[in-house]
């Protein structure tokens, strides 16, 4: 079915519209994965792509399970009942970090080809957005492949990969990455690099243009305060987005690999699942032990942070002040009544 939905966006056009950031090898005969992350091209917008990719889905059988729109990203969760899979896409407005410009839509579409009726970007074009955007947001490169890339690309491209380096962070800190691609070291000192790097960006965007594109950044993250990205609701209840798909643990850990299934946002860290294997498992068990504090003396707020950042909770028991939101309608896109 994901073959079929990509195949109907590839002949509708995709290809005028984005460029896949990742993960694009196969595309558009086929797709491993369950997450497609994309940039749109010059001319178009997050919310308007996730629109019209969403329309295209509906008429190959897709359901949407999820929206949400920011003035740099927008996403959309999609879900086929026969198929039983489901499709997420993260539609970007360029690459940036906090607002602050990584690459364009334009430099991205000068390094993309077309493959299939899709745009994807050249090996040297991909191997620039992860370096710039993974040592941006976090300051290492964690995988292997990913350093592999970087020092393949220096062997090939080697000026033009410093020249996309000096551009965002300036000489020194270019300078910096530079040695830490060529001695292998990437994969560690995350947080201490990424600090450097972003003030390294502030300075070449400037201080005073930097500190408005990040108060704008914070500011276009109010909308989520109102309308967060995850769901919560009991299991079998109907999606806000959807009426005839109801909520279960199944489709919550396919739409979001973090969700949460639970009796009650008070429940032992034991009681805590989440299907997709033992490393997530661990993961949101750890989010339960850590929030604590929260879940017990504020639990509603506790469940719309998490639903604020993404997450899918399933509780047999929400949250009083939860469940009155479901039954009085308030910002109910975030509630499965």
């Known amino acids: ?19 896949v950031l990742r993960n694009a090898e196969e595309l558009p005969a086929g797709f491993s994965g369950t997450d ?15 629109e019209w990719i969403g329309a295209i889905a509906k008429d190959s059988g897709w359901r949407v399970v999820l929206t949400n729109a920011r003035p740099h990203i927008a996403g959309l969760s999609i879900h086929h009942r026969e198929a039983d899979v489901t499709l997420h896409f993260d539609v970007f407005d360029g690459v940036s970090v906090y607002g602050m410009v990584l690459m364009t839509p334009d430099e991205l579409d000068v390094e993309s080809v077309d493959q ?19 040592l941006s947001w ?9 350093r592999d890339a970087a020092r393949a690309v220096l062997a090939s491209d080697r000026e033009w990969l410093v020249e996309r380096m000096t551009g965002v962070w300036g000489p020194v800190a270019a300078g910096e990455i530079l040695e830490a691609i060529e001695s292998g070291s990437l994969g560690g000192g995350c947080r201490g690099r990424r600090r450097r790097l972003l003030r390294a960006r502030l300075r070449t965007v400037g201080y005073g243009a930097g ?10 993250q109010a909308e989520s305060l109102l309308h967060p990205a995850g769901l919560v609701g009991v299991p079998g ?4 987005a959807d009426p005839e798909i109801r909520l279960t643990a199944e489709l919550a850990c396919e739409v979001a690999p973090h969700s949460i299934i639970a009796p009650s946002v008070r429940s032992p860290v034991a009681s805590i699942s989440n299907l997709n294997g033992p ?20 639990p509603s ?4 942070y998490l639903a604020k950042r993404g997450r899918v909770l399933v509780l047999d028991e929400p949250p009083w002040l939860v469940k009155q939101v479901a039954r009085r309608g308030w910002l109910s896109d975030w509630v499965a009544r």
């Not at 497609?36 to 996730?50: C, E, I, K, T």
């Open 237 to 240: 209840a109907p999606l806000p």
């Open 279 to 298: 490393r997530y498992e661990a993961a949101v068990r750890n989010t339960w032990r850590r929030w604590a504090l929260l879940r017990w003396t504020a």
């Open 138 to 146: 976090n300051g290492c490169l964690s995988k292997e492949k990913y």
């Open 1 to 19: 079915m994901i073959v079929d939905l990509l195949s109907a966006l590839a002949r509708a056009g995709i290809g005028d519209r984005i460029v």
């Open 211 to 220: 500190g408005f594109r990040l108060g704008r950044y914070w500011l276009s």
């Open 116 to 134: 299939g009726g899709f745009r994807v970007l050249t090996a040297r074009g991909e191997t620039a957005v992860t370096v710039l955007h993974h």
């Open 301 to 304: 707020l506790f469940v719309w």
């Open 36 to 50: 497609l992350d994309v940039s749109v091209l010059p001319g178009f917008r997050p919310p308007d792509v996730v």
